[in-house]
């Protein structure tokens, strides 16, 4: 019985150590006891592939669910700036050009002042003494510049008296509708030093462009007194003033 038992033990003890040799090579099972807990990198594996959230790689770039499309913005609020900015630019434009087109210094906002559209008059005055007083009205629509000073002829006089230089002023008359500029005009020379005097029975005043002695358009004939005016050599102009009291006041 003893001899038995003691074939059984190595029998037995052969085997396991078979099977030991087994598993060393690969080819079985290398512990048959506890099972041991899934790996924590199975765990990260599995919760990195859940559905909806976003997985980070090492080289930074984002995958996942939650991932944007390459090129879409990560700032709501700035992709709406940028989704409006074209509209604002074109309103921009539109607003613009409308102000362009009804600026005070754009074509056809002023014209000449002249013999069509508005009122002239002469009067003699009787202080200074000699001096007659032109008045201008505009009677258009639009603003109107008087430039520089009347061209003033008596009758079939062949010259043209010259404006007194001193009574320049700083800006060109303009005359909004209703309002009206003057000019004054030195008949004849208080101490009769003028020569050539004669009585005139017709005024033509012609009126300027906006350069010297440029055609401002329209002339005006306005009346003279029954009697008629007396000048002479010495008759002058002033340049056109947008105060009566400036125009009569050399």
């Known amino acids: ?25 690969g080819t079985g099972v290398q512990d048959e006891g506890a099972s041991q807990p899934a790996s924590s990198s199975s765990t990260d594996s599995a919760q990195q592939t859940k559905p909806g959230t976003a997985s980070v790689s090492s080289s930074g770039s ?18 709406t700036a940028g989704s409006t900015g074209t ?12 102000g362009s087109g009804t600026s005070t210094g754009s074509t056809g906002s002023r014209v000449l002042c002249n013999g069509s559209n508005t009122k ?6 009787a202080r200074p003494l000699n001096h007659m007083l032109i008045t201008v009205t505009n009677t258009g629509g639009k603003l109107c510049d008087l430039t520089y000073w009347p061209v003033v002829r008596f009758d079939q006089m062949q010259w043209v008296p010259q404006a007194t230089e001193e009574t320049q002023p700083q800006a060109v008359t303009s005359l909004a509708p209703g309002e ?12 009769g030093s003028g020569a050539g005097g004669a009585t005139a029975k017709k005024l033509t005043v012609a009126f300027q462009g906006y350069t010297p002695n440029s055609d401002g358009g329209a002339s ?6 029954a009697k008629g005016v007396y000048y002479d050599s010495s008759l002058a102009v002033t340049y056109w003033q947008q105060d ?6 050399w």
Request: proline content about 6%; hydrophobic content about 35%; aromatic content about 2%.
């Open 244 to 249: 009566r009291d400036d125009a009569l006041s």
């Open 180 to 191: 009206s500029g003057y000019a004054g005009v030195l008949l004849s020379a208080a101490d």
């Open 87 to 98: 509209g604002s630019g074109s309103g921009t434009g539109k607003s613009t050009g409308k």
């Open 62 to 79: 984002t995958s996942g669910a939650d991932a944007k499309p390459a090129g879409t913005s990560s700032n709501p609020a700035k992709d």
């Open 1 to 25: 019985m003893h001899i038995r038992r003691t074939r059984h033990l190595l029998a037995v003890t052969a085997l396991a150590a078979l099977a030991l040799t087994a598993c060393n090579n």
């Open 120 to 125: 002239v008059t002469a009067q003699p005055v």
């Open 220 to 225: 005006a004939t306005p009346s003279l007194p």
